[in-house]
């Protein structure tokens, strides 16, 4: 919960959410201002803030922002002694000195930090558009190559990819920064689009449905495969007749935009696609982030402490695209369900079909989890006794409730039994 007079600071990464929160905050202005929470400027975000703080340099002309744009967001900052929301994923970018900086500007007592976190594999596709949207002209398979060979060095074709998507040292870097009891996570489960609003509102203590889509707002569809390849062909040809502020003006948010609120691809037009090899990869990589987060314990405290487990039904086996893309999206601990015959008294053969429930947990290392307290999950019929996921035991201590369990998933199918108790 962001305390009175504090500063949240919304760090990213890109692509986990970042414009529909900072839409829904943008448009919820009013609203938070009753609330005696200020979200400043008129824009969408505070990217160009947070480009002037980190001094980042843009685009091919290698230009720097004006530190007037960070300067005057921090004296409104100042002047306000009520609760501050300041988002921009172009925060995840800041080296520890930036960071250090940044939070001193702000004002050490009042800035909490929060991270939001999406799976690896569902960021690849969307982060190969947006260096296309900027004028870069690398193929998608030889740019997923750059990005699995680069992750201990630069690379020209995906210069800030890992500085951005090395999800634990994000982490580390602000919570070095600001004490970990300052930083909250808070994971973005796309099966669930209203729990990344429902989380905002919690740290705010907002009611339930004040901050929503912004229907009003641009839209930040992704781009068809065609579309895509039609930018990156019109890159080739202009990118070096061009400056990178021309190109931002009248490409960026010109005609790319206009493409995307101007125009619905039709059914059939196709997706960019991201090969198996890739997806086996991010996964591995994914793993090892869980991990390391993991390892960190208390360090990155989750938000109300509670971690998003869905699990995958009928989806044992061969995992389908949809299915695995729903189980990944909790970014954590997921489980599939099978088919266990129990013969002993008072169980009922068949599936155990669990749909999905929410336990309150805390990591305790890698791809585990234990209790911080009661975790309820929901059976097709009958009520789930005991299972065992991946080696991991999960018991039932009453009816409908399960109450003490540890889970140690690392892929392999969940064998559970249903018994009316």
Not at 67 to 79: E, I, N
Request: net charge positive.
């Amino acid at each position: 919960v962001l305390r009175d007079g504090g500063v949240l600071l919304h760090v990213g990464p890109h692509k986990t959410g970042t414009t529909a929160i900072q839409g829904a905050l943008a448009a919820a202005r009013p609203l938070l201002k009753r609330e005696r929470i200020l979200y400043p400027g008129r824009r969408l975000e505070h990217n160009r803030q947070a480009a002037a703080a980190i001094q980042r340099s843009l685009g091919w002309d290698r230009r720097r922002l004006d530190m007037a744009y960070w300067d005057t967001l921090v004296a409104q900052t100042a002047r306000y002694s009520g609760r501050v929301v300041i988002s921009s994923e172009d925060f995840c970018e800041a080296d520890p000195e930036s960071a250090a900086r940044i939070v001193h500007d702000l004002g050490p007592d009042r800035v909490q930090v929060a991270v939001t976190l999406r799976p690896l594999e569902k960021l690849l596709p969307s982060n190969w558009q947006q260096y296309i949207k900027s004028g870069y002209r690398i193929r998608y398979d030889h740019w997923l190559e750059n990005v699995f060979e680069s992750r201990d060095k630069a690379s020209a074709a995906t210069p800030s990819f890992w500085v951005r998507n090395d999800h634990p040292a994000v982490i580390r870097r602000w919570s070095e920064v600001i004490g970990p009891e300052n930083l909250v996570v808070v994971v973005v489960d796309s099966a669930e689009p209203r729990s990344l609003f429902d989380s905002f509102e919690d740290i705010l203590q907002l009611p339930r449905n004040s901050l929503n889509a912004d229907e009003s707002g641009p839209s930040n569809r992704s781009l068809s495969a065609y579309e895509v390849e039609l930018l990156r062909q019109f890159n080739r040809r202009v990118r070096n007749k061009i400056t990178h502020t021309d190109y931002y003006r009248f490409v960026k948010r010109g005609a790319v935009r206009s493409l995307v609120e101007g125009r619905t691809p039709g059914p059939h037009e196709p997706k960019v696609i991201t090969p198996g090899w890739a997806i086996e990869r991010a996964r591995m990589i994914s793993k090892e982030h869980i991990a390391e987060i993991g390892a960190m314990g208390d360090r990155a405290r989750r938000h109300g402490n509670s971690m998003a487990v869905s699990a995958v039904v009928g989806a044992c086996g061969p995992r389908s695209p949809d299915a695995a893309g729903s189980a990944s999206a909790a970014y954590g601990a997921t489980f599939c369900v099978q088919p266990n015959h129990d013969s002993s008294p008072g169980a009922e053969n068949g599936t155990a079909a669990i749909r999905s429930g929410t336990t309150n947990t805390r990591r305790v290392g890698p791809l585990a989890t234990e209790p911080t307290g009661p975790t309820a999950l929901t059976a097709s019929s009958g009520t789930v006794a005991s299972a065992t996921a991946c080696g991991g035991n999960v018991t039932a201590t009453k009816a409908g409730r399960l109450d003490s369990f540890r889970i140690s998933c690392d892929g392999r199918p969940a064998r559970v039994s249903r018994t009316r108790l």
